[in-house]
């Protein structure tokens, strides 16, 4: 077990950020990169808060032929596709992407257009790797010609408090960066890992395949010298599909990376990515927007309340879901998820718990349904028995919104797995656009026509983002 430190959250300041000509520069050479670059982005998301740091993109819900292709022919630079794999297990996500590289490889050969394909993924590193990029890669080098030098890692997510610097991964804390394998996450009972340094979380996650002192790392150092032709040089040495490890405490430090990085595939290099979202705005060139406000998002006039799902169990979302029962107009739902292990008893508390949803909404309240909050455990469970249960547990929420009779003003979904489970299967999306944020790092879509509730706010909010009052006050905005 590695013994990185916590550090005062007082070193990100330490950094400092370039000035403002500066920056407009960063800026003005990777825009110029993008716009010449006639690359397609494709972003393959394991649960909906992928599009976190995006706005005006397009989501879509599965990855038909029909369905990739209407995201080449988008006129904008990037499009997302749901995966939801986290919740899958090894043999599904194998099954998973090795579809969808087939048919991204296909699309990409008949419309003669270059592409980058992204594997978002949680910033605190928990998910299917390495297989997923792994499987990405072997599926598209057998059926293609395009062959991968490497695979870039960058968890960074500046709105979720997830900095990586001297190669090692922090999720803040309050004024405390700690080392991610010290946080509840790496001790997740699916995806757990021992490693914060993201050298030896490669070897570790590979199994020695890759050797953390193989890691190409890319210094913050350089990237706030703005050394543009040394990581450009240090990208044209990678071979071997071998892995690069980039640094980041603010976005001025990805802007510089992305610039090198695209002179790079100019040259040739070919890269898969595993990252968490704030790569994908900026290697899109996504701009910043105001947070969204009610009028923005609820656009239907209806007296009916909303719904709000609680499915994650970490301690930081117990602690949102506590502040928000303060609120008034807001009634909580506790349902005994527990009763997984009894058929007939689950189903009666479904029942239950949509009549009391119902009841809540029509009078004009908004229905907060939350799991029991600690996690079930049973003896001698495995990983994958864990995971089957848990989805078990998550399409039973989902049915929860997929059941209701009545039309809510707004739905929020907290954790990954629940809000992937109301979009795809409750609301049946199949094609969603993303509004923006209601908060930094929390998505809003609007639904498609084809949904069970359209053109309504369907409010993405990570199980790991925000303080303690985040919920709280995205309710607020919602309430108006």
């Given at each position: 077990m590695e013994t990185k430190q916590k550090i005062s959250a007082d070193i990100l300041e330490a950094y400092g950020r370039p000035g403002k000509k500066e920056l407009e520069e960063v800026d003005r050479l990777l825009q110029k990169e993008i716009g010449t670059s006639g690359r397609k982005i494709i972003v393959l998301d394991d649960d909906p808060t992928g599009v976190q740091t995006?706005?005006?993109?397009?989501?879509?819900?599965?990855?038909?032929?029909?369905?990739?292709?209407?995201?080449?022919?988008?006129?904008?630079?990037?499009?997302?596709?749901?995966?939801?794999?986290?919740?899958?297990?090894?043999?599904?996500?194998?099954?998973?992407?090795?579809?969808i590289a087939r048919v991204v490889e296909e699309v990409a050969e008949e419309s003669g257009r270059p592409y980058i394909l992204i594997s978002r993924s949680d910033s605190t590193l928990r998910g299917h790797y390495p297989l997923e990029t792994l499987r990405l890669k072997e599926t598209i080098e057998e059926k293609?010609?395009?062959?991968?030098?490497?695979?870039?890692?960058?968890?960074?997510?500046?709105?979720?408090?997830?900095?990586?610097?001297?190669?090692?991964?922090?999720?803040?804390?309050?004024?405390?960066?700690?080392?991610?394998?010290?946080?509840?996450?790496?001790?997740?009972?699916?995806?757990?890992?021992?490693?914060?340094?993201?050298?030896?979380?490669?070897?570790?996650?590979?199994?020695?395949?890759?050797?953390?002192g193989d890691v190409t790392c890319i210094s913050l150092e350089s990237l706030r010298a703005r050394d543009y032709d040394g990581i450009e040089a240090q990208l044209l040495r990678v071979e071997g599909f071998n892995k690069v490890v980039v640094n980041a405490v603010d976005y001025c430090d990805l802007k510089v990376f992305c610039t090198s990085l695209y002179r790079a595939l100019k040259k040739g290099k070919n890269f898969l990515f595993r990252s968490g979202a704030a790569l994908v705005k900026v290697i899109g060139g996504i701009t910043d927007q105001p947070l969204l406000t009610r009028e923005q998002m609820v656009t239907r006039h209806t007296d009916k309340g909303g719904i709000v799902v609680v499915g994650s169990h970490t301690a930081k979302t117990t602690e949102q879901l506590e502040a928000l029962l303060t609120l008034e107009k807001v009634r909580a739902i506790?349902?005994?998820?527990?009763?997984?292990?009894?058929?007939?008893?689950?189903?009666?508390?479904?029942?239950r718990v949509v009549e009391e949803c119902e009841r809540v909404m029509d009078a004009g309240d908004t229905a907060v349904v939350y799991t029991r909050r600690k996690l079930l455990t049973l003896e001698h469970d495995t990983k994958e028995e864990a995971l089957v249960r848990s989805v078990k547990i998550s399409d039973a929420v989902q049915s929860?919104?997929?059941?209701?009779?009545?039309?809510?003003?707004?739905?929020?979904?907290?954790?990954?797995?629940?809000?992937?489970?109301?979009?795809?299967?409750?609301?049946?999306?199949?094609?969603?656009?993303?509004?923006?944020?209601?908060?930094?790092?929390?998505?809003?879509w609007r639904t498609g026509e084809e949904s069970k509730f359209p053109a309504t706010p369907y409010i993405i909010f990570p199980g790991n983002v925000g303080d303690a009052t985040t919920l709280k006050e995205a309710v607020e905005v919602l309430l108006g």
């Open positions: 995006v706005h005006d993109i397009s989501v879509y819900t599965d990855w038909d032929k029909g369905s990739v292709e209407k995201g080449f022919r988008e006129p904008g630079s990037l499009f997302y596709i749901l995966t939801n794999s986290r919740g899958f297990t090894a043999e599904q996500t194998t099954r998973v992407h090795d579809e293609g010609m395009v062959r991968f030098d490497g695979e870039i890692l960058c968890p960074f997510f500046k709105e979720g408090g997830r900095y990586t610097l001297g190669n090692v991964h922090y999720v803040k804390y309050g004024d405390t960066l700690v080392p991610a394998a010290e946080t509840e996450f790496a001790r997740d009972k699916t995806f757990g890992y021992h490693s914060s340094d993201l050298r030896e979380y490669v070897e570790e996650k590979t199994k020695g395949a890759f050797k953390a506790e349902f005994n998820s527990d009763l997984v292990l009894e058929a007939e008893a689950f189903e009666e508390e479904i029942r929860l919104v997929a059941r209701l009779a009545v039309t809510p003003s707004f739905v929020v979904a907290k954790g990954g797995i629940t809000s992937s489970d109301i979009g795809t299967k409750a609301l049946a999306v199949r094609r969603a656009d993303v509004m923006g944020q209601i908060k930094p790092g929390i998505p809003v």
